[in-house]
């Protein structure tokens, strides 16, 4: 089976064509800066780039028309013509009742029109999107694999929050969860490369980055996660506040004399380790400050890492023990000594950091006779939504 992969942001597009089952990656493409007239194109077959330039990319449609036409260029030996795409697979975010890996039929699409409110970056480019392939492609299947998706097992007792029962039942107010592709690969991974029971597994993934969620996993399903109603919430995130009291919001509305609109501004584009620091969202610029002896930058990732543990501790209790600690996203791939520090605090249950391993980034970073596996892994969601939509069109 011929299947694309999208993957949609604010400002970029990114796919893959796969040869599925096997899971062989034919071509991948990303295009940055989506918008602009320098946005950057660049394309591989295989492993090797063929195309890379500076182009006018004036929208989401062009993206995708760019990118369908490389994939049919007689040159590289893809595809004849787009009949030979079996599906379609879109890495998407937010709809709420119809979220989790559902083929993109109306009802779906309105129910992503209703909530595009809640990812406003995402939701209508993905729209843009999907309506092009129903448009070129009226007879392949499409399928959203939504990242609350994962996290459908949720108990209902975690998903309320303590608001009127009415915000839940008729409005959708509820914890949702995000980054399920990630912590759903990370799941699968983690049991194979520790070749534990796939019926019985305790496993908690940080998804840690620009963007960053933690996730209780017992045996395969998501039993709880930091983010809830938006992705604004959970962790300390690289722009966004992170958990905060609400009522924090009409205080500071007053004080600063600034509308609702533009104090959710600050908590989404203002706030976060960008926000604490001074400097930036990005830890590598922290962690260099903080070596000058910035204050601030210190503070950032001292709250950051304090975020990380305290749902550690929360989510243990839930899932009654551990069996594996896994860490993904730029900075759980890249920050030693952060993941030093959070294993350290669980040296009571028997964590012991092998720090020579940890430091080089390895697979596996704790001792032998660690009572708990502490992993480094490098996540991959466009697989998991290319084999979840395989699924979607064989069932």
């Known amino acids: 089976m011929q299947i694309i992969v999208c993957n949609i942001g604010s400002s970029s597009f990114k796919f893959q064509l796969l040869d599925m089952p096997g899971e062989a990656q034919r071509a991948r493409g990303y295009t940055e800066r989506v918008g602009t007239n320098d946005a950057i194109v660049t394309y591989w077959v295989g492993d090797r780039q063929v195309f890379n330039e500076v ?3 004036p929208s989401h449609r062009e993206a995708v028309q760019h990118a369908l036409a490389f994939l049919q260029n007689p040159a590289h030996g893809l595809l004849a013509s787009l009949e030979q795409i079996d599906g379609v697979g879109f890495k998407a975010v937010q709809a709420g009742e119809k979220n989790g890996s559902v083929l993109l039929a109306d009802d779906v699409l309105e129910a992503m029109e209703a909530y595009r409110d809640l990812a406003p970056a995402h939701n209508p480019p993905y729209l843009i999107a999907i309506r092009m392939f129903r448009e070129l492609l009226p007879r392949t299947p499409l399928v959203g694999v939504f990242e ?3 996290h459908t097992t949720i108990p209902e007792y975690a998903r309320v929050y303590g608001a009127p029962y009415d915000w839940y039942a008729d409005h959708g107010v ?3 969860g995000y980054h399920g592709a990630s912590h759903k690969f990370i799941a699968t991974e983690t049991v ?14 940080c998804h840690l980055g620009g963007s960053s969620s933690l996730c209780a996993i017992r045996n395969g399903a998501s039993l709880d996660t930091s983010m809830g109603f938006s992705p604004q919430s959970g962790l300390l995130q690289g722009t966004r506040v992170g958990d905060m009291d609400p009522f924090a919001l009409p205080y500071i509305m007053k004080k ?6 533009k104090a959710l ?3 989404s584009k203002k706030g976060g380790l960008a926000g604490l620091s001074g400097i930036s969202a990005d830890m590598r610029e922290i962690n260099a400050a903080i070596a000058r002896g910035d204050a601030r930058a210190l503070l950032a990732r001292q709250r950051f890492i304090y975020d990380i543990k305290r749902y550690v501790g929360e989510f243990l209790v839930l899932l009654g023990g551990l069996d594996a600690l896994v860490f993904t996203g730029g900075i759980g791939q890249k920050d030693a000594a952060l993941r030093s520090e959070v294993m350290a605090s669980l040296a009571f249950l028997g964590v012991k950091v092998d720090e020579a391993k940890n430091a080089a980034h390895a697979t596996v970073v704790t001792t032998p006779d660690s009572a708990v596996a502490g992993l480094v892994l490098v ?3 466009e697989i998991v939504v290319a084999r979840e939509t395989v699924r979607v069109i064989g069932s």
Do not use: W
């Not at 600063?256 to 609109?261: C, F």
């Open 55 to 57: 182009m006018p990319v």
């Open 148 to 150: 609350p998706g994962f």
């Open 174 to 176: 509820r914890k949702y």
């Open 192 to 205: 194979r490369q520790l070749s534990l029971d796939p019926a019985n597994h305790r496993i908690i993934s």
């Open 256 to 261: 600063k004399g600034i509308t609702l609109e």
């Open 265 to 267: 501004e600050e908590c």
């Open 379 to 381: 996540t991959d969601e």
